[in-house]
């Protein structure tokens, strides 16, 4: 095992890691002791979607689908089918947690299928919109 010391927006935390590659730790988990400094909450960054390649459609281009990063609810969706994208661009606002994460395209293309409707419930890994 090894332990660290690590200063997150000025406030320190004590980490113990252990590393279960090392022969004989069938499992284990690395165990996070927090000094006695307070934890502030930082500002949320967007969710990074998992994309995942899918069939191709006719026109013979690579389907990417869109995957939710974590369980939550849609929102709303902020493109429709058939709409150009960019990298980066929103493309729909999941709740999780109280909070609202954009989930962005990884790349730029055309929305093939929004694979959920607003209000759906979705769990880690669903597919969410199909890009081409």
């Known amino acids: 095992m090894k332990h660290y010391r690590i200063t ?7 980490v113990t890691v252990e590393d279960l590659n090392r022969p004989g ?5 690395a165990a996070v002791s927090q000094a006695p400094a307070a934890v502030s909450s930082a ?9 995942q390649p899918a069939a191709a459609p006719s026109n013979g281009e690579t389907v990417v ?4 990063p974590m369980p939550g609810t849609v929102i709303s969706f902020k493109v ?7 990298r980066g661009d929103v493309l ?16 730029d293309g055309t ?10 419930s979705v769990n880690t890994g669903d ?4 890009l081409a």
Do not use: C, F, W
């Open 8 to 14: 997150v927006n000025g406030k320190t935390y004590e």
């Open 25 to 29: 730790h069938g499992s284990g988990a």
């Open 43 to 51: 500002a949320p960054s967007p969710a990074a979607p998992s994309a």
């Open 65 to 68: 689908t869109v995957k939710s």
């Open 80 to 86: 429709i089918a058939g709409q150009q994208v960019k």
């Open 92 to 107: 729909l606002l999941l709740e999780a947690m109280k909070m609202e994460n954009e989930i962005v395209a990884p790349q």
């Open 111 to 120: 929305v093939v299928a929004l694979r959920v409707p607003a209000s759906a």
């Open 127 to 130: 597919p969410l919109v199909d």
